[in-house]
């Protein structure tokens, strides 16, 4: 089995044929992605329906809790955790059932044959689920803000950055976790400490500030927990550029780990 580490060059082929562009070659795989992805009625209800489900109840439990005593209101809290939920279940557990999918179909090794290199295919396969998720993410933030009349975030930049890290860790994480699982159907196992953790964990099911400051630190650490910190404090306005840059910080190291981890340990063809 192959743990070769990425190239960015591009693989030999004939002289024969017009040579195409990387942009190009990750567009056709992107369309092949996208249309995939509308064929397939389990993706689609896992990428399109479980995060409005999720956000609904959401919604539901936030209206018993005392926001007010943390600064927050139930839309601040609500939408931010509607884009995690998109990241989560759009982005993180699409991706790896698609990386670990097109992995034992034997495409990812066909494809390393041709021109595109390591990263053209991992960025092209990934473009559908990601282009999807972001649609969704504007989709329920704009939503989200007129149904519960939120005001503009306090701080623009913190939710932008927020939204643009989210996508980026949650796809590096897909792309990682997909190296150490063995088929599509042990997929659904290796994502659950992820996507459990994240839920319980990073703020989605109730803010960080009603447990122990000892667990709240320790859950400030985990994957998506800066990103929702940097969503939520943005739009209310409570977090300090000194809090938002050490979200970022935690959130950095979270995609560079992720990004080494994908380097070192991807797999291009099955397990055995």
Not at 84 to 110: D, Q
Not at 121 to 140: D, F, H, K
Not at 265 to 271: A, G, L, Q, T, V
Request: aromatic content about 6%; hydrophobic content about 50%.
């Amino acid at each position: 089995m192959s743990t070769t580490t990425l190239t960015q060059g591009t693989h030999a082929t004939g002289s024969a044929g017009p040579r195409t562009t990387p942009v190009g070659r990750m567009a056709t795989l992107a369309r092949a992605e996208l249309t995939l992805l509308g064929r397939n009625r389990s993706s689609l209800v896992m990428v399109l329906v479980m995060p409005i489900v999720l956000t609904f109840s959401s919604w539901s439990a936030a209206r018993g809790m005392d926001l007010d005593k943390m600064g927050l209101s139930i839309g601040t809290m609500v939408i931010p955790t509607s884009v995690a939920y998109v990241l989560i279940f759009g982005i993180y557990t699409t991706l790896v059932a698609t990386y670990v999918a097109r992995r034992e179909e034997l495409v990812l090794k066909r494809l390393r044959t041709g021109e595109p290199g390591d990263l053209e295919i991992l960025a092209g396969t990934s473009v559908a689920a990601l282009a999807t998720a972001l649609v969704q993410c504007l989709v329920l933030i704009v939503a989200g803000a007129l149904v519960l009349g939120v005001k503009m975030p306090s701080n623009l930049l913190f939710v932008v950055v927020g939204i643009v890290f989210g996508i980026a860790l949650a796809a590096l994480l897909a792309t990682a976790t997909a190296a150490f699982t063995k088929s599509v159907e042990s997929s659904q196992l290796t994502v659950a400490p992820v996507m459990l953790v994240s839920m319980f964990g990073s703020g989605l099911i109730f803010p960080l500030e009603v447990l122990p400051d000892t667990a709240a630190r320790i859950c400030e650490l985990l994957p998506l927990s800066p990103v929702v910190e940097l969503m939520r404090g943005g739009w209310s306005g409570s977090l300090t550029w000194s809090g938002g840059l050490g979200a970022m910080a935690i959130a950095a190291a979270w995609i560079v780990l992720s990004a080494y981890t994908v380097k070192k340990r991807f797999r291009w063809e099955p397990r055995r």
